[in-house]
């Protein structure tokens, strides 16, 4: 008779098949629900960072521009060596951190080759300059820009390729820009370096319309 009274309160202190179910199924929920939150608070942290690394990169534009003249830095060109100056070994100098130049949320990264003569290390291709603001083997001048606080200097590409984010053998064309190379990796939208030096993230098309922020001079 006991025997029996403890198989019936074990049997009574037991999980049914139902209640298992209904517990997984709660689980489930609560994982649908929170994994995605969890993916975006994860992708917010990158975008905040990356915004770091170009804050740090607008500034120190800024600070080449100041110590040359109020000129930008060129694109790229030729040394005397034929050695090719990019623009990213021009910056370096005024950061002195490889890891400026990495998105984190690139996953693979290809490199500008170094330039001992300069400093500058071997360098991460994650963003990219607007050549009609950084021109090769032109320097333009700040005062040439009516509007430096509406005009983008540096921005995210899509690819890990060395082409700028926006070449200079094209007119400002909105149908080109952000569609092909630069990049919308950060929740629909990118960071971008304006050429005032201020860092701004903006969704997906809103650098051409309602104003093309990628002519240097738009009035």
């Not at 899509?158 to 919308?184: F, G, K, L």
């Amino acid at each position: 008779m006991l025997a029996k009274r403890q198989k019936e309160t074990m049997r009574r202190t037991g999980f049914t098949l139902i209640e298992l179910l209904v517990v997984i199924a709660i689980i489930a929920i609560l994982a649908a629900i929170l994994f995605p939150v969890f993916a975006r608070a994860r992708e917010n942290a990158r975008k905040s960072n990356c915004a770091s690394n170009l804050k740090q990169m607008g500034l120190a534009i800024m600070q080449y521009v100041q110590d040359y003249d109020e000129t930008y830095p060129i694109g790229g060109m030729l040394d005397s060596k034929g050695v090719q100056i990019h623009w990213r070994h021009l910056v370096y100098p005024y950061v002195k951190n490889e890891g400026v130049f990495k998105c984190p949320s690139m996953g693979t990264y290809e490199y500008t080759a170094a330039h001992p003569a300069l400093g500058a290390p071997a360098l991460a291709g994650s963003y990219g300059c607007n050549n009609l603001v950084m021109a090769w083997g032109t320097a333009v001048a700040m005062a040439e820009m009516p509007r430096p606080a509406d005009c983008i200097a540096v921005a995210e590409r899509r690819s890990t390729s060395d082409w700028p984010a926006y070449p200079s053998n094209r007119v400002p064309d909105p149908s080109y820009v952000a569609a092909s190379i630069v990049s919308d990796r950060h929740m629909e939208g990118a960071n971008y370096v304006f050429c005032d030096g201020h860092v701004k993230w903006m969704r997906h098309g809103t650098d051409v319309t309602p104003l093309n922020l990628w002519d240097p001079n738009k009035k």
